[in-house]
T-cell receptor
Framework: DAGVIQSPRHEVTEMGQEVTLRCKPI?????LFWYRQTMMRGLELLIY????????DSGMPEDRFSAKMPNASFSTLKIQPSEPRDSAVYFC????????????FGQGTRLTVV | AQSVTQLGSHVSVSEGALVLLRCNYS??????LFWYVQYPNQGLQLLLK????ATLVKGINGFEAEFKKSETSFHLTKPSAHMSDAAEYFC???????????WGAGTKLIIKP
């Protein structure tokens, strides 16, 4: 298995532009998580899905952020409009929601908003 | 409410010395406990986990951790540090009824030659 695949690995964009981050979870996993990691705040859970349905989006910082999971093999995190304070590494992770199993992380997308 | 406390944002040890990274948690039910490692510019990778059974858990790369219920701790150890162990380590907890992970702030492990 190729693991969790995120794209792009790096994104540099100008303030005000729309940014879309993509994630392909591990096949057969039915839970998907989006995290944001910064030096100041550490690792923050933004949103998680179970069976493609958003269960908890309380970590989404504001309405500029939105996430979708149209099917079991694809999810997007969109920021519109982007701001410099959105600069961070964004991770996607997936897991099997049967019992307690570990989350498998992608390599992350390093977003820089200038 | 669950919480995880990692003592020390940075820990420095000499190569060959014992590694000890501390993790304490609060949970209203018996928890599931995890240690993850993050190498520079990489995602997080599971080192080891405790769910039930033996309280001493062995993981990858020679790491192990012991679940001590009375101390609400899950400290990570390795007998002899190697330069390749330099990374950031995260402790996380999950309760049976809620599989969502609660994360510690992380500890950066620095290995001195």
């Amino acid at each position: 298995d190729a693991g969790v695949i995120q794209s792009p690995r790096h994104e540099v964009t100008e303030m005000g532009q729309e940014v879309t981050l993509r994630c392909k979870p591990i096949s057969g996993h039915n839970s998907l998580f989006w995290y944001r990691q910064t030096m100041m705040r550490g690792l923050e859970l933004l949103i998680y899905f179970n069976n493609n349905v958003p269960i908890d989006d309380s970590g989404m910082p504001e309405d500029r952020f939105s996430a979708k999971m149209p099917n079991a093999s694809f999810s997007t995190l969109k920021i519109q409009p982007s701001e410099p304070r959105d600069s961070a590494v964004y991770f996607c992770a997936s897991s099997i929601r049967t019992g307690v199993t570990e989350a498998f992380f992608g390599q992350g997308t390093r977003l820089t908003v200038v | 409410a669950q919480s995880v406390t990692q003592l020390g944002s940075h820990v420095s040890v000499s190569e060959g010395a014992l590694v000890l990274l501390r993790c304490n948690y609060s949970s209203s039910v018996p928890p599931y406990l995890f240690w993850y490692v993050q190498y520079p510019n990489q995602g997080l990778q599971l080192l080891l986990k405790y769910t039930t059974g033996a309280t001493l858990v062995k993981g990858i790369n020679g790491f192990e951790a012991e679940f001590k219920k009375s101390e609400t701790s899950f400290h990570l150890t390795k007998p002899s540090a190697h330069m390749s162990d330099a990374a950031e380590y995260f402790c996380a907890v999950s309760e049976d009824s809620n599989y969502q992970l609660i994360w510690g702030a992380g500890t950066k492990l620095i290995i001195k030659p």
